[in-house]
């Protein structure tokens, strides 16, 4: 067999070129599924905050006098309590994993005045400090990109009906 022969056969021969394809498209793969990983996290994780806010402040505003502002006092003897509302499930397990972590849970209270049925109206606010670390952020530094820790606060308020 010639020289010539053995390159022209060569050039015809396809049998490695799937593997160059895949090892071309693998890196833009591995970008799209931790986009997506990453994505789902940041939103599943939001949403549970959410609802755990909602529900600290929904308890809050039932098991909290609804004279409060007349008697005076704050909110501050619910602190561990809407911290473990937000934080854990009904059993006591904890809903987050270790890369994302809610820092801080503040109830706060507010006595707003108007024309109003009883007067002063109890208002109490649950704030909620969420921080999420993102495993997958070596992925994105082999394309040059960075995903900083992203921190954010979710609130929400509600009337104080008292027991």
Do not use: H
Not at 32 to 43: D, H
Not at 58 to 63: T, V
Not at 95 to 118: D, E, H, K, Q, R
Not at 130 to 142: H, N, R
């Amino acid at each position: 067999m010639s020289f010539i022969s053995r390159i022209s056969r060569f050039r015809r021969a396809d049998d490695g070129a799937a593997l160059v394809e895949f090892a071309f498209v693998l890196p833009l793969m591995l970008l799209i599924f931790a986009v997506i990983i990453e994505g789902s996290r940041t939103f599943w994780a939001y949403q549970t905050t959410i609802a755990g806010v909602r529900d600290a402040t929904r308890f809050i505003a039932r098991a909290e006098a609804s004279d409060i502002c007349e008697t005076g006092g704050g909110l501050t003897q619910w602190t561990a309590r809407a911290g473990s509302i937000v934080r854990q499930s009904q059993s006591g397990t904890d809903l987050f994993p270790s890369t994302i972590s809610v820092t801080s849970v503040i109830p706060t209270l507010a006595c707003i005045s108007g024309n109003y049925a009883m007067g002063t109206v109890p208002v109490a606010t649950v704030t909620a400090q969420l921080e999420i670390d993102y495993p997958f952020a070596g992925v994105f530094s082999f394309f040059d990109l960075s995903l900083p820790k992203v921190t954010t606060v979710i609130s929400d308020t509600g009337r104080i009906f008292g027991t």
